[in-house]
């Protein structure tokens, strides 16, 4: 049985549902079906107060289950908008170079040679001498800065990959509104919340640090996300990655597939699927099917081991993100990607 047809009943159900709540909505939702911007602006910003309340009340079981639940469909997510919506995958000079060292981070190999990639791809990019020798050496330098952070290096670099999308999405089609700047105020306002006394409390109050599972309680976190750092911050730390991852799995989720679509109102479900399989192809789907239950059944047996394999195949796709928001740079800022890749009306 393929994975189109397990999947053609819960979509059918959603399609039914979506319906039906429009048909109930009726003009309170029409302006959000018709204007893309302030579609986007509102999700985005119910996204932001939703995560943010999350992470008050279960910050330990959000960075347990969000990687198990969310973490393979925005690997997914990532290919799609990183590599083949832009047409990177079709550009033999990236594959040659970027593509190995990229590869080799996926199989284990050290942060660095994710920087090496990155630098490689912006050798070859299509820019000037000038810009192209500019980002090599921007690369060159960041890879400098986290080699001499050592481990603290690769949990910095693990913070900071969480804000990536957001540029990304920021910086990703030109926009005839600054209703996107809510979104993004409320998350800067958050994330200074997350490092206050007021969301220690609130978290504290809520019994928020006491449900976890897996023997990953507070101090495993800390170990984790805010290595050496004092007890005063070091919290602090966890909630606020704990907050941006959330708001990470969102964008490439929710977010950067209604800004990347050629259309302006949003799709069935169907078509969602359809876009879907016409980018990434049904032996990829069907494969990240697989390891999603696989990933499922392996925590069910033992939560930890599967957080730490799923953090081991992911660790590759932080330096992809990287690759693209280098080359949007470089090559020239934001972009309408349904023209660029030659698809126009894009359904997914």
């Given amino acids: 049985m393929t994975a189109a047809t397990l999947l053609h009943g819960p979509i059918t159900a959603a399609d039914l549902v979506r319906r039906w709540w429009l048909r109930r909505l009726g003009r309170v939702v029409r302006p959000l079906i018709r204007r893309r911007e302030l579609r986007v602006a509102v999700l985005g910003s119910a996204m932001v107060c939703t995560a943010l309340a999350a992470t008050l009340i279960a910050p330990l079981w959000l960075l347990i289950l969000g990687p198990l639940v969310w973490g393979v469909p925005h690997l997914v997510a990532d290919l799609r908008y990183m590599l083949v919506r832009p047409g990177y995958h079709r550009r033999l000079g990236l594959a040659v170079l970027a593509g190995p060292p990229l590869a080799w981070v996926a199989l284990g190999g050290h942060l660095l040679w994710g920087f090496l990639a990155a630098a490689l791809a912006l050798a070859v990019a299509r820019a000037s001498p000038g810009r192209r020798a500019l980002g090599v050496v921007m690369m060159a330098a960041l890879a400098g800065g986290f080699a001499a952070l050592g481990r603290t290096g690769d949990v910095l670099f693990a913070h900071l990959h969480n804000a990536i999308a957001v540029l990304l999405w920021w910086a990703w089609r030109p926009r005839s509104s600054r209703l996107h700047w809510?979104?993004?105020?409320?998350?800067?306002?958050?994330?200074?919340?997350?490092?206050?006394?007021?969301?220690?409390?609130?978290?504290?109050?809520?019994?928020?640090?006491q449900w976890f599972g897996g023997e990953m309680g507070p101090e495993y976190q800390v170990w984790r996300l805010s290595p050496g750092v004092g007890p005063e911050w070091a919290l602090r730390l966890v909630l606020l990655?704990?907050?941006?991852?959330?708001?990470?799995?969102?964008?490439?989720?929710?977010?950067?597939?209604?800004?990347?679509?050629?259309?302006?109102?949003?799709?069935?479900?169907?078509?969602?699927?359809?876009?879907?399989?016409?980018?990434?192809?049904?032996?990829?789907?069907?494969?990240?099917?697989?390891?999603?239950?696989?990933?499922?059944?392996?925590?069910?047996?033992?939560?930890?081991?599967?957080?730490?394999?799923?953090?081991?195949?992911?660790?590759?796709?932080?330096?992809?993100?990287?690759?693209?928001?280098?080359?949007?740079?470089?090559?020239?800022g934001a972009r309408d990607r349904s023209e660029e890749t030659g698809v126009k009306g894009h359904v997914g």
Avoid at 188 to 207: E, K, N, Q
Wanted: hydrophobic share 60%; charged share 15%; with cysteine.
């Fill in 182 to 209: 809510l979104p993004l105020a409320l998350m800067v306002a958050a994330s200074g919340f997350l490092v206050s006394d007021a969301a220690l409390w609130a978290v504290r109050a809520s019994g928020g640090l």
């Fill in 241 to 332: 990655f704990c907050f941006a991852q959330t708001i990470h799995y969102g964008v490439w989720l929710g977010l950067l597939p209604d800004e990347d679509r050629g259309r302006a109102t949003p799709p069935t479900y169907r078509a969602r699927w359809a876009g879907l399989v016409a980018d990434m192809g049904r032996p990829l789907l069907a494969a990240a099917i697989a390891v999603a239950v696989l990933l499922a059944l392996w925590a069910a047996r033992d939560l930890m081991a599967a957080c730490h394999g799923y953090f081991r195949m992911a660790r590759f796709h932080g330096h992809l993100e990287l690759i693209a928001a280098g080359l949007l740079l470089v090559e020239g």
